[in-house]
T-cell receptor, first 115, second 112 residues
Framework: EPEVTQTPSHQVTQMGQEVILRCVPISNHLYFYWYRQILGQKVEFLVSFYNNEISEKSEIFDDQFSVERPDGSNFTLKIRSTKLEDSAMYFC?????????????FGQGTRLTVV | GENVEQHPSTLSVQEGDSAVIKCTYSDSASNYFPWYKQELGKGPQLIIDIRSNVGEKKDQRIAVTLNKTAKHFSLHITETQPEDSAVYFCAGRISGNTPLVFGKGTRLSVIA
């Protein structure tokens, strides 16, 4: 069964460093998302991406964040200068698109720890 | 924007009993309501969803009901098993492929 894959599973970084979280969405999907989940809290939307551009972003997704689809398969989230409060699980998701294919499938997540 | 509230935050049931988790949403334009199961250390897994043109959907031991007038929807798990223990999230979205808005989650424990 097709699935969304994320790497790495766990990333530890020094405060102020840049990190790149990687995702491979399901191959025929057109919409890509990043969500985050701070420990014990709900899943929060960060950004959605369609047709090689950001379609929506939340207030969490400030200038320190960026997304990119560098090739036909990868979808990345970059945090330029990490802060302690960026520590969370980051989930990538994708959906096929269209009015009746809106199910979003999530990856296993990357646990980011900023120290 | 949309706001989704979920209750209870924790739920313990005996194996074989039923479990019900309830969610309310604020935006009457929302038309798609999925439920996700999250096991420890894993990503949310879609288990069932419902669209606003139906009132109930069932898949084996899992069912979801939707009351558009009251703007609430519920997850029903019958004949619970220990492997049903997880955190369950409800979510809503307004249209198409807009972002999902999640509830805070319910930690379900099924006691053998």
């Amino acid at each position: 069964e097709p699935e969304v894959t994320q790497t790495p599973s766990h990333q530890v970084t020094q405060m102020g460093q840049e990190v790149i979280l990687r995702c491979v969405p399901i191959s025929n999907h057109l919409y890509f998302y990043w969500y985050r989940q701070i420990l014990g809290q709900k899943v929060e939307f960060l950004v959605s991406f369609y047709n090689n551009e950001i379609s929506e972003k939340s207030e969490i997704f400030d200038d320190q964040f960026s997304v990119e689809r560098p090739d036909g398969s990868n979808f990345t989230l970059k945090i330029r200068s990490t802060k302690l409060e960026d520590s969370a699980m980051y989930f990538c998701a994708s959906s096929a698109g269209g009015a009746f294919n809106t199910e979003a499938f999530f990856g296993q997540g990357t646990r980011l720890t900023v120290v | 924007g949309e706001n989704v509230e979920q209750h209870p935050s924790t739920l313990s049931v005996q194996e074989g009993d039923s479990a019900v988790i309830k969610c309310t949403y604020s935006d009457s334009a929302s038309n798609y309501f999925p439920w996700y199961k999250q096991e420890l250390g894993k990503g949310p897994q879609l288990i069932i969803d419902i669209r606003s043109n139906v009132g109930e959907k069932k898949d084996q031991r899992i069912a979801v009901t939707l009351n558009k007038t009251a703007k609430h929807f519920s997850l029903h798990i019958t004949e619970t098993q220990p492997e049903d223990s997880a955190v369950y999230f409800c979510a809503g979205r307004i249209s198409g492929n807009t972002p999902l808005v999640f509830g805070k989650g319910t930690r379900l424990s099924v006691i053998a």
